[in-house]
């Protein structure tokens, strides 16, 4: 059954006069893979060093695995998180890193060990020292850190930054993997939206500190469902008349775009009333809005409501 994991109530975090978080509620429930967006500065990080504790809290409430942020006692031990450049110690080999944090956590299967090296795709480096790895074989290590022990929950925070592409296609496979077999939830920020896309169930978009709206991936997927971009001499026109016909989920973009979302109409039927009103019609592309292009104009409609 699907259990609140995290919940945040009313966070609020100021650093000095700044606003970092305004009034943040969020639910991560079992099972989700749930993604943070937000531009740079949005307040991502923020949340993650506060549900962790390495920030003191502001104003609200944060409940991790049942327990109240600021008196956690055992909701950390079940926990796994990689929070901006991971660490290691330098002079381990990713192995000798993995068997130390299978120490700290009581567990001394060395199976266990190789299964989350091949997890995170480090089988030809389990010999080589934390030092010598790139950015990107240190962000698979510190992956690799933070789901050795199977925790309840990972939070990991663009956990993509630095690996190449393979990196990414094997960290898509990690994602699914942690949720189809070991069930575990995730909170995960990402600059990479694809990605996000690809691993997440669900989204959270915030935008200077605050939360602009909460979906599910079906959610999501429904409002960017495919749609038509019509090219036309006069796009207020051409809105009219798809109006009077009734093809009411219409936005005009500009003088000369109008775009029709979750359109069971033909392009051709779209046409023929276009060019019968005496509307010029240049041209009709079906499109479909990508993650980036949602939150970009979800930014957009906030910033127009101001
Ligand atoms: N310790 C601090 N002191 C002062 N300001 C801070 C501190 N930590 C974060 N901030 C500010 O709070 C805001 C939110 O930062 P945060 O790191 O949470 O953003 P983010 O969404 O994770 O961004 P990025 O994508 O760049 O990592 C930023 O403007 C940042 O400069």
């Not at 990972?154 to 496979?173: H, K, W, Y």
Request: hydrophobic residues 40%; charged residues 20%.
């Amino acid at each position: 059954m699907e259990q609140p994991v995290l919940q945040l109530q009313g966070v609020s975090k100021r650093f000095g006069r700044f606003q970092a978080l305004k009034d943040v509620d969020l639910t991560v429930n079992t099972g989700d893979i749930f993604a943070l967006i937000g531009e740079n500065g949005a307040g991502k990080t923020t949340i993650m060093r506060l549900v962790v504790g390495l920030s003191p809290m502001g104003q609200g409430q944060i409940t991790l695995l049942g327990e109240h942020a600021g008196h956690y006692r055992h909701a950390l031990s079940r926990i796994g998180a990689v929070i901006e450049t991971p660490t290691a110690f330098e002079n381990l080999t990713v192995s000798q890193n993995l068997k130390v944090i299978a120490i700290q956590h009581g567990l001394s299967d060395d199976e266990l060990i190789a299964k989350t090296i091949s997890l995170v795709g480090l089988e030809e480096k389990a010999k080589t020292k934390a030092k010598h790895l790139s950015l990107g074989l240190r962000q698979r290590l510190g992956l690799a850190i933070a789901v050795l022990a199977q925790p309840d929950f990972v939070i990991l925070d663009e956990p993509t930054n630095g690996l190449d592409p393979m990196g990414i296609v094997q960290f898509r496979s990690l994602g699914k993997r942690l949720q189809s077999e070991f069930n575990t939830t995730v909170l995960i920020s990402s600059h990479i939206l694809t990605e996000l896309y690809q691993v997440a169930t669900k989204f959270a978009f915030l935008h200077r500190g605050q939360i602009l709206q909460v979906l599910t991936k079906s959610e999501l997927d429904e409002k960017t469902r495919g749609g038509l971009e019509i090219t036309v001499s006069d796009a207020a026109h051409a809105a009219e008349i798809l109006d009077e016909a009734n093809l009411k989920q219409l936005q005009v973009r500009d003088d000369s775009h109008v775009v029709l979302q979750n359109l069971t109409t033909p392009p051709e039927k779209v046409n023929e009333l276009l060019v019968k009103a005496g509307v010029s019609v240049i041209s009709i592309t079906r499109r479909e809005a990508t993650l980036e292009q949602y939150y970009t104009q979800l930014i957009q409609e906030q910033g127009a409501a101001k």
